[in-house]
């Protein structure tokens, strides 16, 4: 079996151990992070070949920043939030999910890793 991602070959096995039908592969080399795709061949003398992809999961949590421009508010001022997230959401970050204690968000965009929106605090 021979490993590769693109035209490249990044690992072979010749360690198979087969048990009710079932091969397993040990060694083979694969590792990446999330969206690397491989793709296995498999030969042996007399068989036709066949060829499986396999992409990588992600396994990763994501984390969210919450930074603000300001560290008091008195009346009358606000502060901008900006909320950084450690990969794309898979749908947009909405600010009906979005819990605030003290005041309230306006303004609120952005997209992919990054939105900001406008703290005003309660009088």
Do not use: C, R
Not at 1 to 9: F, H, K, L, P, Y
Not at 18 to 40: D, E, K, R
Not at 88 to 114: D, E, H, K, M, R
Request: aromatic share 6%; glycine share 10%; charged share 5%.
């Amino acid at each position: 079996m021979t490993v590769s991602s693109g035209a490249t070959i990044v690992g072979s096995s010749h360690h198979l151990n087969a048990v009710n039908g079932i091969a397993t592969f040990t060694n083979v080399g694969i590792s990446g992070t999330a969206g690397t795709s491989y793709t296995l061949t498999f030969t042996s003398s007399g068989v036709t070949s066949a060829t499986q992809s396999i992409n990588i999961a992600d396994t990763t949590a994501p984390t969210i920043a919450i930074t603000s421009d300001k560290t008091a508010l008195k009346s009358g001022q606000t502060a901008t939030i900006t909320f950084t997230l450690s990969e794309a959401a898979s749908t947009a970050l909405i600010s009906s999910n979005i819990t605030v204690v003290g005041g309230a968000l306006s303004n609120f965009a952005g997209s992919g890793t990054s939105y900001t929106a406008t703290f005003t605090p309660t009088t």
